[in-house]
């Protein structure tokens, strides 16, 4: 059967107290909103509906960034959930199928869950997904079950005493025939606590019809919402477990795994080491075998097989390591191509490059790719050596099995095989320094004896 999928996330997310929209909020360093269209992905919708109101520009584009076919809808006044959804009324009006509702909020979701609630679909006309809550906490709407039959969902704020010790509750996911979501749509009220029209009412309304409802159940963490900075902390640290627990399965060595940080995306293959305190931020992989060690940050860059990273060493967008690469301590890339077998141990910036295969590059070396304005790039050759402390002044190339002078400050190219030595020559002074020790000392003992 086909299915649309309608993807809530107008809401300002009020309870986060926060500029930005509660959906944007990176969970493993991507927006929760992506977590949903993941895992709603699995459905194969024909279509994805993003609901957006509370700055919907750039909920508009973090959707799109997503799934450039997604179709963002707008909700312009947040009146409740029911509401959020029958803006897609027009977009589906010629759509003849299921729709499956998901919070933007609800990063969760496993995609066996989706196809379980579709195949219940199978034998009622109405599902609503829920979880057993192991705590009673003053959230969530109950399930007023009735043997299998859902009677209908009560907001926490409009239930009674009883039915607030309930804890079978509502995660928002709901799957339905479009043409009688939309019926029921029309009929809800926003007489209750909120004032706002709740999708929940469709449970009592389709009851009403005679329709058969029902709501399956679903892990806790698997639907866990998100709405103050405390869920998305637990959230965040939730996602971690997992997606550690997964690298773990995949054969990667994690040493100190409490204490790696990884995002949505991040892909590591196997037998490939991780100290302890790394962290990845969005758009990493890392190659089999190769090793990042402690206290080292990487993001938006690409490791290849066998090469060491760090301690401490920062990678950032666009650093992209060959094999056998050595990147050390206190070194950051950033936009540059290392080829195979380079070097760049300690203390560097290495920014806008290329290095070619085998070279070298001394402690201290900077690209200086920046002029305040514009920034350029370094080119560096095959089998250089770039001594200590070389300031490469960009634009500036440097050829093949080329060498620069520690200390040497270069700013114009420099061909291959030639040594560039840019620096002030050595001046030597015989007994000079013996002199001005003398010199200082007797200035200490006089301002001693106060004279
Ligand atoms: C909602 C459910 C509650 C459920 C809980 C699960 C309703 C009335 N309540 O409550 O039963 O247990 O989620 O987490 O459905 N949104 C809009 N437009 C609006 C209002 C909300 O797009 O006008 C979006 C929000 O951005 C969010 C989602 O809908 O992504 C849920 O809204 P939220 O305010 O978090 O609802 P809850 O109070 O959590
Ligand atoms: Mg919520």
Not at 192 to 221: F, H, K, P, Q, W
Not at 382 to 388: D, K, L, T, W, Y
């Amino acid at each position: 059967m086909s299915a649309a999928l309608i993807i809530l996330a107008a809401g300002k997310g009020t309870r986060m107290n926060s500029e930005l929209p509660k959906v944007l909020h990176p969970i493993g360093g991507a927006p929760m909103l992506h977590h949903a269209m993941r895992a709603g992905a699995a459905l194969d919708p024909e279509h994805v509906i993003v609901v957006a109101g509370h700055e919907a520009d750039q909920v508009r584009a973090a959707a799109l960034a997503y799934d450039e076919n997604a179709e963002v809808v707008l909700q312009e006044e947040q009146l409740g959930t029911g509401h959020a959804v029958d803006q897609a009324r027009e977009v589906l009006k010629d759509f003849d199928g299921d729709i499956v509702v998901l919070f933007g909020d609800t990063p969760f979701l496993r995609p066996e869950t989706l196809e379980r609630m579709i195949a219940t679909r199978q034998t009622h006309d109405v599902v609503v997904l829920g979880f057993e809550i192991a705590e009673l906490q003053p959230r969530y709407g109950r399930l007023v079950m009735d043997g299998d039959r859902l009677v209908k969902i009560v907001e926490y704020k409009d239930a009674s005493e009883d039915e607030q010790t309930i804890r079978f509750t509502n995660s928002g996911l709901l799957a339905c025939d479009a043409k009688t979501l939309f019926e029921m749509l029309s009929e809800t009220s926003n007489d209750n606590a909120s004032g706002e029209y709740y999708l929940t009412e469709v449970a009592e309304l389709a009851n009403r019809r005679g329709l058969s409802v029902t709501a399956i159940a679903c892990d806790e963490t698997e639907t866990l919402g998100v709405d103050s900075r405390t869920d998305l902390a637990a959230a965040d640290a939730l996602f971690q477990t997992k997606a550690r627990a997964e690298l773990l399965g995949d054969g990667v060595t994690l040493v100190a795994p409490d204490t790696v940080y990884l995002s949505l995306d991040t892909v590591i293959g196997r037998d490939a080491v991780i100290e302890p305190n790394v962290v990845f931020g969005p758009g990493v992989s890392v190659e089999s075998g190769a090793t990042i060690r402690a206290f080292s940050h990487l993001e938006g860059c690409h490791v290849a097989r066998g090469a060491i990273v760090g301690p401490y060493a920062r990678l950032r967008p666009g650093a992209e390591l060959a094999e056998d690469v050595r990147i050390g301590n206190f070194v950051e890339v950033k936009n540059a191509t290392l080829a195979e077998g380079s070097k760049v141990n300690h203390l560097s910036y290495i920014g806008d490059a290329s290095i070619g295969a085998a070279s070298n590059i001394g402690a201290g070396t900077i690209t200086c790719n920046y002029d305040g304005v514009m920034k350029h790039f370094t080119h560096i050759g095959e089998r250089a050596f770039i001594g200590s402390n070389t300031m490469l002044v960009a634009p500036v190339s440097i050829g093949d099995e080329a060498m620069t002078g520690s200390g040497s400050v270069i700013t114009s190219d420099v061909e291959a095989g030639a040594l560039a030595l840019a620096r002030a020559p050595q001046v030597e002074k015989p007994g000079m320094a013996r002199k001005l020790f003398e010199m200082l000392k007797a200035k200490k003992a006089r301002m001693h004896r106060g004279s």
